[in-house]
């Protein structure tokens, strides 16, 4: 029986716009496996958040396959969709607009097991009971409203919410990025205890390279829609090929002040090309310091360079 639980499959996603096509999620191929972290890294606006509301449904690609055990999730029937929503689960970015404000939290953490009929009356709060456990946070936060809590609490409050259904896999979207960092610390910690207790799997969206580090079991590298790089999680620090990979990496701080001031950075030329009606050559090549004619002819494939290292570049074809 095959491990894998996700399947991207050539996903493009676009947007029509005043001026052309918007082209967020461009020819994406990607796979997910039970139990398993894929970090998703880049920069605001490479389309890893669309990416990750086309997993959840919510955009359907203008081509491509989503494939979840097996099975297209654009195919499915009604009774399909509504077992789909209850296995595939989104932790969102923002902590503070992401709850009801004017709902409890327990009513909160409740609303998906409502939906889906789980439990009921005094079961119903049993499991809301252990669901705040499980995250951290008190029984007395049942009756409590999401202002009377931190943006760490809240957010703890979102992963229970995002539980409450028993879901395969979670869409974290960038469930860090508006956190204080020692309490992202904690949130990243949390969320590695729950996938080692329940077996969870998570796509993990973010352009924090450090911190992803610590949770992936492999990191994606997107760049205006595309996959550049794919390798495994310590693998891509150590030996990378992308020369956007290198970049990313070369921005990382780093805590040792000597090695901070004397290290060398790499800092890429060029403008970003617009996303709309992009034309079909590297997307990386205006920017690009090792670009060679090739590059403007055509896109490169996502090939594999090493034992499960992937690379979309010319150099290495």
């Known amino acids: 029986m095959s491990n894998t639980l996700l399947e991207l499959k050539n996903a493009h996603t676009y947007f029509q716009v005043e001026k052309g096509l918007l082209k967020a999620v461009n020819g994406v ?19 890893k958040s669309t990416l990750g509301k086309t997993l959840m ?13 097996g099975k297209d999730i654009w195919t499915y029937k009604r009774k399909e969709k509504f077992q789909y929503r209850k296995e595939v689960q989104m932790i969102f970015q923002d902590p503070y607009a992401s709850l009801d404000p004017i709902g409890m939290v327990g009513d909160t953490i ?11 009356g005094k079961a119903r709060t049993s499991r809301i009971l252990e669901l705040l456990k499980m995250v951290g946070l008190n029984e007395e936060h ?21 539980l409450a259904v028993e879901p395969e896999l979670i869409i974290c979207d960038e469930p860090i990025s508006a956190l204080d960092v020692s309490i992202q610390a904690q949130i990243v910690n949390l969320l590695k205890k729950l996938q080692k ?4 799997s998570y796509l993990f969206i973010t352009h924090d390279l450090s911190m992803v580090r610590q949770i992936s079991d492999r990191i994606a590298v997107m760049y205006l829609g595309s996959l ?3 390798a495994p999680s310590e693998e891509i620090y150590e030996k990378n090929y992308h020369p956007y990979t ?14 901070e001031n004397t290290r060398k ?13 992009l034309k079909e050559e590297c997307s990386f090549c205006m920017r690009c310091p090792n670009v060679m004619e090739k590059c403007r002819k055509s896109r490169p494939e996502l090939k594999e360079v090493s034992p499960g290292h992937f690379t979309a570049c010319h150099l290495y074809e």
Request: include cysteine; hydrophobic fraction near 40%.
């Open 142 to 162: 049942i009756n409590r409203f999401p202002y009377e809590f931190s943006g760490g609490q809240r957010q703890r409050i979102g992963i229970a919410r995002a």
């Open 197 to 200: 207790e329940m077996g969870l």
């Open 265 to 277: 950075r790499i800092l890429l030329s060029g403008d970003v090309p617009s996303p709309i009606n």
């Open 29 to 47: 191929s990607l796979t997910l496996r039970k139990g398993e972290t894929v970090g998703l890294v880049g920069e605001s606006g490479c389309g």
């Open 57 to 69: 449904r919510l955009y359907k690609p203008h081509s491509g396959q989503v494939l979840f055990k």
């Open 228 to 230: 550049v790089e794919l």
């Open 246 to 259: 290198r970049a990313l990496l070369s921005a990382i701080p780093i805590a040792d002040p000597k090695v």
């Open 110 to 120: 409740a609303e998906g097991i409502d939906i889906h009929g789980l439990y009921k």
